[in-house]
């Protein structure tokens, strides 16, 4: 199991790993009790973590990047209890993390990312190696596509006609008589 195979379901608690994709939902396994079970798409959105961002005062920040935080703070800041009033939480945060946007990240959403640390801990997926690596090739196809290139004259192409416009300038090409309209035909059948 790794971290990018972990997502989030909303309207249930806790981590569930993904384990398939169907059409209709998906099947997870939760990561506390080990059970699976289907989690229906007409009910529940399913959202890796790998894809979750958190505001901050510049720009946002991915949600391992604050987990990583978290782990490197661990020994010298303890981690805040989930159950802990929302100043203590508030304050846990500001100092790991101080360019939290205070405004868009409410109490619950850190006691949220609390409560999924410790899931993470117990489960050993707090390796976010591939994760920084994935965010360092995403920073350079960004600068790659940001930087102006030779630009090579593009030739526009032209909508595709449709289908029966085709068929009847075909047939008039070769002296038949254009087919008539669906509408038309079904006026003669109606009279």
Request: without cysteine.
């Amino acid at each position: 199991m790794e971290y990018r195979e972990i997502v989030a379901v909303t309207g249930i608690g806790g981590l569930f790993q993904l384990l398939a994709t169907k059409s209709d939902g998906a099947i997870v396994r939760n990561l506390n009790d080990k059970s699976t079970k289907f989690i229906s798409a007409r009910v529940h959105n399913v959202t890796p973590l790998e894809s979750i961002e958190v505001y901050t005062t510049g720009d946002n920040v991915r949600l391992h990047e604050v987990f990583k935080k978290m782990q490197d703070n661990e020994t010298s800041i303890p981690l805040a209890d989930t159950k802990a009033d929302n100043n203590t939480i508030k304050k846990y945060f500001k100092s790991i993390f101080p360019e939290f946007d205070e405004e868009r990240v409410y109490v619950s959403d850190m006691k949220k990312m609390l409560k999924w640390y410790e899931l993470l801990k117990q489960n050993d997926l707090l390796h976010f190696e591939k994760q920084d690596e994935a965010s360092a090739e995403e920073n350079i196809e960004t600068e790659a596509v940001a930087a102006p290139a030779e630009e090579a004259p593009v030739a526009e192409e032209k909508p595709a006609k449709k289908a029966r416009a085709k068929k009847a300038t075909a047939a008039v090409a070769e002296g038949e008589e254009a087919p008539a309209k669906k509408t038309a035909r079904k006026k003669k059948t109606e009279e």
